[in-house]
Nanobody
Framework: QVQSVESGGGSVQAGGSLELSCEAS????????VGWYRQTPGKQREQVAI???????DYADSVKGRFTFSKFNGQKLVYLQMNNLKPEDTGVYYC???????????????WGQGTQVTVSS
């Protein structure tokens, strides 16, 4: 079973920075994508950023230019640098790791427990 654990959340003032990390554990064959999702009260969980094994990444329009993934080539530990944080970035951030358990499958889809990010104005 693959587990994902987030860390790095906290409370900062607007304009500050945080670095989130997502670490997968367990036996797996390959990680194909790591995504970060944000959930705020009364809203659906939304994708903030995703990075793929080929190194390509996508970011939500609201965080483009402010959030950046560390270099990713399928390793189990991935970092998301969040700069110039805004109050609207506040929420619980969840890490999602997807990949294959073996060379012939099956796939796995692992969610972490979430880490709180609070940005005050």
């Amino acid at each position: 079973q693959v587990q994902s654990v987030e860390s790095g959340g906290g409370s900062v003032q607007a304009g500050g920075s945080l670095e989130l990390s997502c670490e997968a554990s367990g036996t797996l064959y390959v990680i194909i994508a790591v995504g970060w999702y944000r959930q705020t009260p009364g809203k659906q969980r939304e994708q903030v950023a995703i990075v793929r094994r080929d190194g390509s990444a996508d970011y939500a329009d609201s965080v483009k230019g402010r959030f950046t993934f560390s270099k990713f080539n399928g390793q189990k530990l991935v970092y998301l640098q969040m700069n110039n944080l805004k109050p609207e970035d506040t929420g619980v951030y969840y890490c999602n790791v997807r990949g294959y358990l073996s060379i012939s499958g099956p796939t796995f889809d692992s969610w972490g427990q979430g880490t709180q990010v609070t940005v005050s104005s």
